[in-house]
Structures are given as C-alpha cells and as structure tokens.
C-alpha cells in the first residue's frame, strides 16, 4: 500500500502530493490513454475523410 505524502506551507495548508514513481508512472499511463481516447472520438466526431494508417504515414514520409 502506498502512503501519499503532502508539502504543505508554515499554516498547514497543502501545497504539492509526492507520489511513489509506479504511482506516478501508473497515472501518467492512464492520462496518455485517456487522450488517446479523446482524440479518438474528435476524429470520428469530425466526419473528415480519413485515410489508411499505411498511407497517411507515406504522405508524412514524403513532406520531409
């Protein structure tokens, strides 16, 4: 079980979390996942035209 610690002022009040690392690893984990989702849904959302996966990094390879 991880213990969350806090970094508070002179009057007690809270100001920062330390976390364990696999805690924070874990977190930014599922935040990388969530825009992933988000994103997702905007482009389904946006009814553009989207093309294969194979094809789209082709017309980035041939920008550079």
């Known amino acids: 079980m991880s213990v969350t610690q806090y970094i508070t002022n002179n009057k007690g009040k809270k100001?920062?979390?330390v976390l364990p690392?696999?805690?924070y690893k874990r977190m930014m984990e599922d935040l990388e996942e969530l825009e992933d989702?988000?994103?997702y849904d905007a482009a389904k959302a946006s009814k553009e035209k989207s093309l294969p996966a194979?094809?789209?990094f082709?017309?980035?390879e041939a920008k550079r």
Do not use: G, H, P
């Open 21 to 23: 690392l696999k805690d």
């Open 58 to 60: 082709a017309k980035i």
């Open 54 to 56: 194979v094809e789209a």
């Open 15 to 17: 100001l920062s979390v």
């Open 37 to 39: 989702i988000r994103l």
